[in-house]
């Protein structure tokens, strides 16, 4: 028997470290308790190459334990479809083949939310809380009073002529939009209506 585990969305060209078990070479429903590994009970392939003994033998983590901690380096991990095969070669066998699939990725989630690098990245503090001073990876002035992004009306949509009188629509006693209903999408016998 063999188990199969896939593992999608990996970050490619990075260290990846994950933990398995290794069940029973006769029975699926035992984890075998502090399983012996050796050289050669691992073997890694990177897009298809030639299997190969990854550069860190798996280990029993904790000592005496059932996990195995599995490190597979950068360099192991730099392709797009990392297999790695666990097979025990002594006689009887000590634990089912298990097989590890992993599709990776150019970029993970951490990359999307957490960087300031590439600049479409939202910056995130260390609280997970969005970093309004920095957008696109240009700095964006902040209002002094409400730490609010400064937002100028005169630019929106590249089109300065509605952005101005957008902002000139303003009152700036009330902070409200001012609006002329009569005119209403441009039909003033709805706008009455409405």
Partial sequence: ????????????????????????????????????????????????????????????????????????????MNGDNVLLILTDQTAPEEWQTLTVSIRTKAVDIDDLVRSATPANALAVDASGRLDLGKWAGTTVSLDSGTSLPDVHFDAIGGSTAKATALAAAIDTGSNLVLVDVSRLSGDATAADNA
């Fill in 1 to 76: 028997m063999s188990q199969i585990i896939a593992f999608n969305d990996v970050k490619k060209n990075e260290e990846f470290i994950f933990y398995v078990t290794l069940t029973h070479p006769t029975d699926a429903d035992v984890v075998v308790t502090n399983p012996t590994l050796a050289a050669g009970d691992a073997k890694v392939s990177t897009d298809g190459a030639a299997f190969a003994n990854p550069g860190t033998l798996p280990a029993v983590t904790p000592a005496g334990g059932r996990g195995v901690k599995v490190t597979l380096s950068a360099g192991e």
